[in-house]
């Protein structure tokens, strides 16, 4: 996949995203390939996804990988956080949890803040509960790339 563009004055440039390496394990967090399918599904439009407020107590994270969270990290997190701005976490639902898997600093910031909720993109189904509140569905749109010069 390649992001393109077509404005000549445009100074971006595409890059091959299979060229990214993404690394799983040791450092990083291990590979969630049940993510990996929902994610793949909902890009192609084939399952909807929702944003949602949801109790932090519902939010399980894939594995018990604990990141070395920077200090520029915390620092950015917390102006969103307190802007009403928080990054959001991908999940999905299985066995009345929400798994996440994607953003484990943003995940254990909410709980270093003792925030009570998360914000959340909800990818697929899920079963409704008084503990979420969700928005309107949507599809995802493809992740985009730019290389900064």
């Known amino acids: 996949?390649?992001?393109?563009?077509t404005d000549p004055n445009d100074k971006r440039s595409s890059i091959n995203i299979d060229d990214i390496n993404i690394q799983f394990g040791g450092q990083h967090p291990p590979k969630d390939e049940e993510l990996m399918s929902i994610l793949k599904d909902a890009y192609q439009a084939k399952i909807k996804c929702?944003?949602?407020?949801?109790?932090?107590?519902?939010?399980?994270p894939f594995s018990?990988?604990?990141?070395?969270?920077?200090?520029?990290?915390?620092?950015?997190?917390?102006?969103?956080y307190l802007n009403l701005k928080p990054p959001e976490?991908?999940?999905?639902?299985?066995?009345?949890?929400?798994?996440?898997?994607?953003?484990y600093s943003s995940y254990y910031m909410y709980k270093e803040v003792q925030a009570e909720t998360a914000?959340?993109?909800?990818?697929?189904?899920?079963?409704?509960?008084s503990d979420i509140v969700t928005g309107p569905e949507f599809n995802?749109?493809?992740p985009t790339i730019e290389v900064a010069k």
């Open 50 to 60: 929702r944003r949602a407020v949801v109790k932090l107590d519902l939010i399980q």
């Open 119 to 129: 914000l959340c993109v909800i990818l697929g189904d899920f079963k409704k509960s």
């Open 64 to 80: 018990d990988f604990k990141p070395e969270i920077s200090s520029k990290f915390r620092a950015d997190f917390l102006k969103g």
């Open 89 to 103: 976490l991908f999940v999905y639902q299985k066995d009345n949890k929400f798994i996440m898997s994607d953003d």
């Open 1 to 5: 996949m390649t992001s393109d563009t």
């Open 140 to 142: 995802l749109d493809p």
